[in-house]
Antibody
C-alpha cells in the first residue's frame, strides 16, 4: 500500500525558505503513470495546489505562487521536495504531499500524506 | 483560474438521513473532471469520487456523485456516524487545479 510522509521544520522565520521532503514507501516514485504533488491548507481555509513533479524532474506549478516554488525529486531515495522562498505569515499552513494521478482524463490526488504544519513566525 | 464554490458551508443532518452537497464552478469544468474528497479532523483528505461520478476504490456505494458543466453534487444516501466530516471538491480539467472551500457535514 502506497504511503507518503512529509518531513521538515515546523517553524520558519519570515523571509526565509520553507523546505519540506516527502518520502514515498510501498511503491516507486519512478512509476511512469504518476506525478507527485504538494498541496497546502491554511488555517480555516480551503486547499491550494502548489505544484507537481514527474520522475524525470519535469515540474509545473501554481502561477499564484509565482517563482517562489521549487520542487525537486530524488528517485534514488524515493523522495521529492518542496522549497518555498521568501515566506510570510500567509504561508503558514498544513502542507500535504500526494500522488497526482495525472493523465488525459485524470487529475486527482490519491493518496495523501498525513500533512505537516509549518508556521511562519519570528 | 476556475473558482469552485461549495454550498452549504455547513450542513446539519442526522444519521440515516440523505445529504446533498453542492459544488459550483465559475466556468465549465472540462469533461466532468471533478473529484470529491472527505477530510476528518486531523487527517488528510481521502479521495471519494473522480470523474464526477466514479467511486474510488473501497468507497461505499452510499456515496454518489453527479453533475457536469458548472454544477456538481455529492450525495450520501444514508448517513453513517463516520460520514460526518468536511467534504472538498476539486477540478482537474484546467490548470491550476483548484479546490472548493469545503462543506462541513455535522451531526444535528
Amino acid at each position: 500500500q502506497l504511503q507518503l510522509q512529509e518531513s521538515g521544520p515546523g517553524l520558519v522565520k519570515p523571509s526565509e525558505t520553507l523546505s519540506l521532503t516527502c518520502t514515498v514507501s510501498g511503491g516507486s516514485i519512478s512509476s511512469s503513470r504518476y506525478y507527485w504533488g504538494w498541496i497546502r491548507q491554511s488555517p480555516g481555509k480551503g486547499l491550494e495546489w502548489i505544484g507537481n513533479i514527474y520522475n524525470n524532474g519535469g515540474t509545473f506549478n501554481n502561477p499564484s505562487l509565482k517563482s517562489r516554488v521549487t520542487i525537486s525529486v530524488d528517485t534514488s531515495k524515493n523522495q521529492f521536495s518542496l522549497n518555498l522562498t521568501s515566506v510570510t505569515a500567509a504561508d503558514t499552513a498544513v502542507y500535504y504531499c500526494a500522488r497526482h494521478v495525472l493523465g488525459p482524463t485524470e487529475g486527482w490526488f490519491d493518496p495523501w500524506g498525513q500533512g505537516t504544519l509549518v508556521t511562519v513566525s519570528s | 483560474e476556475i473558482v469552485l464554490t461549495q454550498s452549504p458551508g455547513t450542513l446539519s443532518s442526522s444519521p440515516g438521513e440523505r445529504a446533498t452537497l453542492s459544488c459550483r464552478a465559475n466556468q465549465s469544468v472540462s469533461s466532468k473532471y471533478l473529484a470529491w474528497y472527505q477530510q476528518k479532523p486531523g487527517q488528510a483528505p481521502r479521495l471519494l469520487i473522480y470523474g464526477a461520478s466514479s467511486r474510488a476504490t473501497g468507497i461505499p456505494d452510499r456515496f454518489s456523485g453527479s453533475g457536469s458543466g458548472t454544477d456538481f453534487t455529492l450525495t450520501i444516501s444514508r448517513l453513517e456516524p463516520e460520514d460526518f466530516a468536511v467534504y472538498h471538491c476539486q477540478q482537474y480539467g484546467t490548470s491550476p487545479y483548484t479546490f472548493g472551500q469545503g462543506t462541513k457535514l455535522e451531526i444535528k
